[in-house]
């Protein structure tokens, strides 16, 4: 067991103040095995004025300097993965070996990426008689989820101290171990005294202060919808930037003439990672009504493979929920599915064969379009089927959502695949099972954001534009 006891505070560890602890759980096993301090607002206040003391220096370090300090964060978590895998496993419940690909190797990519789109940047570009030029927006507030919680740390705050901001993090408190590690190697890599900063809290109390303080500039938020509009509000009092990247209920769109077996797999691959605990899961699968039974069939054949173990056993393929309270969410919304008329085509709510862990069974339910389950983000392992009768309807079933993240189209004619993307209004859309891309924009239309992470449409989301003006020569 770990007792964490600090914040890092102004290029220091400091004692926390309320004795109040968060217990952070192993999602296999439901032992707490991690304690985390619970920061207060005074705590908050103090971070964000050593980043504001941190700023006029840090912004104007040559973009070599800080980069440099970026590779040495890079080589710190190269040297850690292990550990931080292990500890992403447990508090999480990815299984290990996903984990330490995906929780920190995409971190370390990003890392690294931030550093190189800095490098790249063009900082100053002539109109006219201006010269226009891009400089760091200030300090900013990054607050974080528990789903791939160091991975939404990374697209906030390497892009952020590459361009020059300073910045204090507060991360899900429901996996916080990561942030804790990651602490520890930005403090090793000697960064100059508050250019980064972390308070562990709750929303309401940490989070709403970076939120509305305003020597913040700017606040990032990852997380829930609902979360995102009180941040959002309370950013509005002092104008500060606000990037949201938050919900989603993507869609999978399957056409007529795809290959019906590569696209179902997809479909569910791109549903389960992670149990379905992903912002950009394709969570609706729709299916043209004449392919249902066929479809069906392979969903079967195909989530059978998926068995559920611990996630620290490198055999499992899918891992427990994060926590009981969202064990039991996802349970309520199965059951509710049923309730309303779904049919099970694979799992359901029996609690699956283990004592301990929070499992759910991966559950795929044919549902209405209408049905709560076609609506709402369940953030779980399930998958609904919704059937449509032709094109039009499809597109509209998929642009049926308040949430417009992720998404997918499947056809053998890749054009027309295309030309039914563009009508699908959401920020990104894999065409025939593609990988994901990490230097093309991630965010969201609708209620899942205003905010792009990734590559350089992230590295800008913490740039400023000003204009100089030059009086024309005269003559
Ligand atoms: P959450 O909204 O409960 O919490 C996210 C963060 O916001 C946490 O750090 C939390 O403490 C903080 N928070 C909560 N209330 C707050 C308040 N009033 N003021 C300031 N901060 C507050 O979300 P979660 O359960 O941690 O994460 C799951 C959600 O995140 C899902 O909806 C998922 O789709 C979304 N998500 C989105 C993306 C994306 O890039 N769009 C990525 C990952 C997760």
Redesign the pocket.
């Known amino acids: 067991m770990t007792h964490y006891t600090d914040h890092y505070i102004n290029g220091q560890w400091v004692k926390a103040q309320s004795g109040k602890t968060f217990e952070v759980h192993d999602s296999t096993t439901e032992e707490v095995f991690a304690t985390v301090p619970q920061g207060t607002r005074a705590e908050a206040e103090q971070a964000v004025l050593a980043a504001r003391a941190a700023f006029d220096s840090w912004s104007q370090l040559p973009v070599e300097t800080r980069c440099g300090y970026i590779d040495k964060i890079v080589q710190g978590l190269k040297d850690r993965t292990d550990e931080m895998g292990t500890a992403i496993a447990r508090e999480v419940g990815m299984p290990i070996k996903l984990a330490k690909m995906i929780q920190v190797g995409g971190p370390v990519f990003n890392w690294g990426n931030a550093a190189k789109v800095a490098r790249r940047f063009v900082w100053e570009d002539k109109v006219g008689n201006s010269l226009v030029v891009r400089e760091p927006i200030g300090v900013v507030g990054c607050?974080?989820?528990?789903?791939?919680p160091l991975n939404?740390i990374t697209l906030k705050v390497a892009p952020a101290l590459a361009a020059g901001c300073t910045v204090v993090l507060?991360?899900?408190?429901?996996a916080p171990i990561n942030a804790m590690i990651l602490t520890e190697i930005i403090h090793a890599a000697g960064l100059p005294a508050g250019v980064f900063n972390l308070v562990n809290g709750?929303?309401?109390e940490v989070?709403?202060v970076l939120?509305s303080h305003p020597e913040v500039d700017m606040v990032s938020?990852?997380?829930?919808?609902?979360?995102g509009k009180?941040?959002g509000e309370l950013a509005s009092q002092s104008i500060k930037r606000v990037a949201l990247?938050?919900?989603?209920k993507s869609a999978s769109l399957i056409l007529p003439d795809a290959d019906l077996e590569a696209a179902v797999k997809g479909s569910i691959s791109a549903c389960m990672l992670n149990s379905g605990q992903t912002?950009s899961a394709h969570t609706r699968m729709l299916v043209p009504e004449s392919r249902y039974e066929e479809a069906k069939k392979i969903a079967q054949t195909a989530i059978a493979k998926l068995t559920l173990g611990p996630s620290l056993d490198e055999s499992t393929r899918l891992g427990p929920l994060v926590s009981a309270a969202q064990r039991d969410r996802v349970m309520g919304f199965i059951e509710q599915g049923i309730q309303e008329g779904a049919e099970v085509v694979a799992g359901g709510p029996q609690k699956p064969p283990f004592d301990k862990g929070y499992f759910v069974q991966p559950t795929i339910l044919r549902v209405k379009a209408i049905d709560t389950l076609a609506k709402e983000?369940i953030?779980g392992p399930v998958l609904v089927i919704i059937t449509y009768t032709d094109e039009a309807e499809a597109i509209r079933i998929a642009n049926d959502s308040i949430y417009g993240?992720g998404g997918g189209v499947w056809s053998n004619d890749e054009a027309h695949a295309v030309a039914v993307a563009r009508r699908i209004r959401t920020g990104q859309i894999d065409i025939n099972g593609a990988p994901f891309n990490s230097n093309a924009p991630?965010g969201?239309y609708k209620q899942?954001?205003n905010g792009r992470?990734n590559g350089k449409f992230g590295f800008e989301e913490f740039l400023e534009f000003k204009a100089l003006q030059f009086k024309p020569a005269t003559p």
Do not use: D, H, Y
Request: proline share 8%.
């Open positions: 607050i974080t989820p528990w789903n791939f939404q507060k991360p899900s408190e429901i709750t929303g309401p989070g709403e939120a938020f990852t997380g829930s919808t609902r979360a009180r941040v990247e938050l919900g989603g912002c983000e953030f993240l991630f969201g899942s954001g992470e």
